[in-house]
């Protein structure tokens, strides 16, 4: 293909939030990378694309030397040019801090933090490169304000966001924008299995305590949003909203609210992938 072709390069856009906004800029013309472990899952994906709309990069986000392949892939597919950087792959697993295994409190933060921070660096001079580019990275309402039993993932969406916030000033030299979405409990594949101890799914268990939880359609135009606009942090649902407001202006409510949810989200979030 021609570099005159949008592109955008998802991370994580196997299942989830990284599907549906390949989905949602495929349909608004753009040209997608398709980046994930899962190598069926990428082609699912992909079959929702129209045909000659996207390319396929497996890619472990730990692994350098496999961000540096999967990059240049993309690059030749694109015709050098990477519009946005989707960087959303990323995990979740809870429950008190004392009882957590620490693989998988290791590989957390080497997803969702170290493999972020890679992600950047690798994709950095093609960004660079392309006129109006922009990074768009995941964080989670889980960043706005720190939530127990998630205390391992909450950080490390608290530090996604200061990595956005860092980039909206470091990059501007470059010609490149850093946005940040911040999705409240969204419906993908991360809550949708069964809680442990439960015969009901995470997504029902949420309801059941009176937390929202969003269809996934709603993150496609929150991103394109978020990469068109001049907002640096996008919360994404009236949850992540409401909780942002919350932080700012009342947060010994917030934690008298979120006391009665202890116990509760660490056995409903799942690794995804």
Request: with cysteine; net charge negative; hydrophobic share 40%.
């Amino acid at each position: 293909m021609t570099g005159e072709k949008k592109s955008i390069f998802i991370t994580g856009a196997a299942s989830g939030l990284g599907r549906e906004v390949a989905r949602y800029f495929a349909d608004k013309g753009w040209f997608v990378g398709i980046a994930d472990v899962n190598q069926d899952g990428m082609q699912e994906t992909a079959a929702m694309l129209p045909d000659g709309a996207s390319s396929i990069h497996k890619l472990d986000v730990t692994d350098r030397k496999q961000w540096t392949k999967a990059v240049a892939e993309f690059g030749k597919a694109s015709g050098g040019r990477m519009d946005v950087f989707f960087n959303n792959a990323g995990i979740g697993s809870g429950g008190p801090i004392e009882e957590m295994e620490d693989e998988d409190i290791d590989l957390m933060i080497a997803i969702n933090l170290t493999g972020v921070i890679s992600g950047t660096r690798a994709c950095f001079e093609m960004l660079k490169s392309t006129p109006g580019s922009c990074v768009l990275y995941t964080a989670s309402a889980a960043g706005i304000y720190g939530v127990s039993d998630l205390s391992v993932y909450s950080a490390t969406k608290f530090a996604v966001r200061g990595l956005a916030e860092s980039h909206d000033i470091e990059f501007k030299k470059h010609g490149i924008r850093s946005r940040c979405l911040m999705p409240g409990f969204i419906d993908t594949n991360i809550i949708s299995g069964v809680a442990e101890g439960s015969n009901k799914s995470g997504k029902e268990l949420l309801e059941d305590s009176g937390v929202m939880v969003s269809p996934v359609s709603i993150i496609g135009p929150a991103a394109w949003e978020a990469v068109h606009g001049k907002k640096l942090h996008t919360p994404v649902n009236k949850m992540a909203k409401q909780l942002a407001f919350a932080a700012r202006w009342m947060p010994g409510k917030l934690r008298k609210q979120e006391t009665a949810l202890v116990g509760d989200l660490g056995d409903i979030l799942k690794p995804e992938g």
